[in-house]
């Protein structure tokens, strides 16, 4: 569990309560997993938004969702506790790089919780990579690895083809939303 005591500067010119915090947090924190953010990126900048409206963050990331707790640095009482499970990964770079920028704005004094939200709910309405790019993507980017592994092309190619049906019957499954494994242990 990684813990924030000590913001900069935090802004008090707006009273924000805990549990409004934690859920916009919980919001950029899933987004981020679910985009392709590894957990230091996730952790920077919730813990930047955090800090900015003078709140102290734990933070609890794990396989299928976000654990945080934030406690307004002057006012204790003023804290939330939440969970949320994180949505099937669909890695978009772009939504990862905006939602930083977004932490950035709030880090600077630009914006407010309500200003934050929306510009927010407008990073999530960005529209997914195509499928059929990725697809391919992903199945160039393996067969490179067994090219840089030592591979030859026929190796190449032997997993270029798997790696290519692997992702779209993933895709398929995820569609259907089934045999998720992770989301159906209670």
């Not at 993507?137 to 092309?153: D, H, S, Y």
């Amino acid at each position: 569990m990684m813990s924030m005591t000590n913001p900069k500067t935090p802004c008090k010119s707006q009273t924000i309560e805990a549990q409004d915090l934690a859920n916009f947090i919980l919001d950029v924190g899933v987004t981020l997993m679910s985009s392709g953010a590894h957990c230091g990126r996730v952790w920077r900048n919730c813990k930047r938004i955090a800090e900015h409206w003078g709140f102290e963050l734990q933070f609890n990331p794990n396989f299928t969702g976000l654990l945080v707790n934030v406690q307004d640095l002057q006012n204790k009482a003023n804290m939330a506790t939440c969970y949320r499970t994180s949505p099937p990964h669909n890695v978009h770079f772009e939504k990862i790089t905006l939602i930083s920028h977004l932490s950035w704005q709030i880090s600077s004094g630009a914006l407010s919780l309500e200003q934050a939200q929306k510009k927010f709910a407008d990073i999530q309405s960005v529209k997914p990579y195509n499928h059929h790019l990725v697809t391919l993507a992903i199945g160039v980017a393996c067969a490179c690895l067994c090219l840089i592994a030592g591979g030859g092309w026929m190796d190449a190619a032997c997993v270029f083809v798997p790696d290519i049906k692997v992702v779209t019957i993933d895709a398929k499954i995820k569609d259907r939303n089934e045999l998720n494994f992770f989301r159906n242990i209670k």
